[in-house]
């Protein structure tokens, strides 16, 4: 009776032995395992037995890209400006069991590396330098970490310089210069817009004077049309009256009447004298006599 509890106390405990060394290894997580002290292999996706008391989980392993924000750290610049600046670094495990055996503190030395590498860095550059370079600064930092713990199995994917905080006064100063320099850009854009101001007035008015002098131009064309027209018109009439009067055969007497008929029309002007020539000047008379005659017979 004694005997069977022992055997099933015994049978519980392997029991227990065994289902405790049952492992599952979930998505993206590895397992390192040791055997007697020594490397073994590493565990991937899935289910796994290990030995008991002969084989240990080392390390369980994250294959996820990781973060690390570390603390603002003083460097300084090669023109002796000490700032502050705070790094980020995206990581990722891609070698377990160099993550593992490569360095004691694998964070540690990341971050001591990171410290150290920005100062590197920084110490060649002066002030304005690093602060419109940080993506040359992050390159630089990216491959040289990168580089430096790819024998510890870690791949450094990106660096990000988070905060650049230079001293109070150095800061004062940028703020003043950034003013003044909106303000002179401020003074460039307004100055530039009175001269593009400026330039479309004139070139209006330049403009009008064209279209007007053009106008003018137009009117004094089709007055001089008018009045070539009025002038052509009065000489057509005139040639037709002399080619009726040469189609009627005039005699002497009538043309002499149309020379005093033109003779009237000259009196009619400003002139002061006028010379009557001698082949009509009998012909006034006779006309005068007319005249009288007529009026007497009324």
């Given at each position: 009776?004694?005997?069977?509890i022992?055997?099933?106390?015994l ?17 993206s ?6 055997r ?8 991937e ?6 030995i008991?008391?002969i ?6 392993v994250?294959?996820?890209e ?12 090669k ?7 705070d ?14 055996y490569g ?47 790819d ?10 310089l ?6 109070t006064?150095?800061q ?8 003044a ?21 004139a ?5 009008a004077a064209?279209l ?9 064309i089709?007055?001089a ?8 018109a009065?000489q057509r009439?005139l ?22 008929e ?12 006028i ?10 008379g ?6 009288e005659?007529?009026k007497?017979?009324?």
């Open positions: 009776m004694g005997f069977a022992v055997i099933g106390i049978a519980v405990i392997v029991l227990l032995i065994l289902v405790k060394n049952i492992h599952i290894v979930q998505q997580r590895a397992y390192v395992i040791e007697l002290g020594a490397f073994q292999t590493v565990w996706v899935g289910l796994h037995f290990k008991p008391f084989e240990r989980v080392a390390k369980k994250s294959l996820k990781q973060v690390m924000d570390y603390p603002p750290q003083p460097v300084i610049t023109d002796n400006v000490t700032m502050q600046i790094t980020v670094i995206y990581y990722q495990i891609t070698d377990p069991k160099l993550y593992t360095v004691e503190h694998p964070m540690n030395a990341i971050e001591t590396l990171t410290a150290t590498t920005l100062r590197n860095i920084i110490g060649d550059l002066e002030l304005d330098q690093t602060l419109t370079a940080r993506a040359t600064i992050n390159g630089e930092m990216r491959a040289i970490l990168d580089e430096a713990t024998p510890w199995g870690i791949k450094v994917n990106r660096v990000e988070k905060n650049i905080l230079p001293p006064d150095i004062n100063s940028m703020e003043k210069q950034m003013k320099e909106r303000e002179r850009r401020q003074n460039i854009l307004q100055a530039e817009g009175t001269k593009q101001s400026a330039i479309l007035v070139e209006g008015e330049k403009e064209v007007r002098a053009d106008a003018e131009k137009q009117a004094a089709l007055r049309e008018g009045e070539a027209q009025a002038i052509l009065v009439a040639a037709d009256s002399l080619k009726l009067l040469n189609e009627a055969a005039p005699n002497d007497q009538v043309i002499k009447l149309k020379a005093l033109a003779m009237e029309k000259v009196a009619d002007g400003k002139a002061t004298k010379i009557i020539p001698s082949e009509i000047q009998g012909l006034a006779l006309a005068e006599g007319v005249v005659t007529v007497k017979v009324e």
